[in-house]
């Protein structure tokens, strides 16, 4: 029987994971590994651990394990590590690539929202500005999050992650690098802005989008329904709608009022499904299906 492992099966994501790898409709045995467990060999391991654990983890389980999906950051940039989206870069997945990295959460509304843009337009410039919901930063923050006087209850913070002294944080430059790398245009320019407001699940972004041509907006919301699991919305949609759906949505799509080459809209997704686990669960689905 073929065996996949999740690491960090108490956390935020590990929790989800298991519950998303049971959707799976293929013969394989789920084996649950928390802190101190000692891991076997593996057909698949997903790591949903922290970075220091990532990086401690990865290297030691090159020899026991035939492929690894790794959910945090350490690795999502190295090169020959793909960075993978099943719906947009599938084919980033070789039988070579031992590791397979899976994106941010804020990315993968934003890119999720391009990559059926890609073949009409060619991208200028690209700005958002995030609304990340508690459940982003792990248990702990979740656990904080419910006590009484939290930092965060009513209230938005300009700061995820850790801040760079160029005066960035490295939650925003994920938002550009991680972009370029899954979109596969190294040249383009995302301007981010990440902020962590006082909403318990579900991630969103107001984006604005500047290209060569000039916007279709029909042919836009088109491109967008045509999509897999992403869906224009003709009316207002907010986190504690899509909390629990597979779905990434898209809403409030506008023309800019001065520039024909610009448009606005607003994204809102599951961070622990689209944005973590669902896409897990999709990279070990396309693992299992092609090459273990
Ligand atoms: N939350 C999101 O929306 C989201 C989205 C995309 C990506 N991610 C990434 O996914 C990863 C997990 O995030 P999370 O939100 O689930 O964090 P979390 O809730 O803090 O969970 C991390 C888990 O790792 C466990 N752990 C620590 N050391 C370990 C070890 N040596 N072996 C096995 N397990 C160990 C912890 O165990 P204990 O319970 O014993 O402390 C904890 O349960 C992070 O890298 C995060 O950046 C998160």
Redesign the pocket.
Known sequence: MKTVGI??I?????QKMQTELQKIKLPFEIKT???NDEIPALDIAVL????P?SRELAPKLKNRVKFMVD???EFRMTPGVPLVIPEINPHAITKDTQLIASP??TTTGLVMSLAPLKPFYHFEEVFFCSYQAI??G???LLDEFHLPGSYYEKNCVPLIGSLLPNGHTSEELKGLYESRKILEIPDLKVYCHTVRVGVENSHSLGVTVKIKEKADLEQIKKAWNNFPNLKYSEHVITPKEVSGKETTFICRLRKDALDENVFHYFVTFD??LK??AMNGRQIVELLLERFV
């Open positions: 690491i960090g108490n956390g935020m994501v590990g590994f928390g802190r949903c651990t922290d970075n654990v959910m945090s950051s941010n959460c459940s982003g792990g248990k702990k961070n622990l944005g973590a």
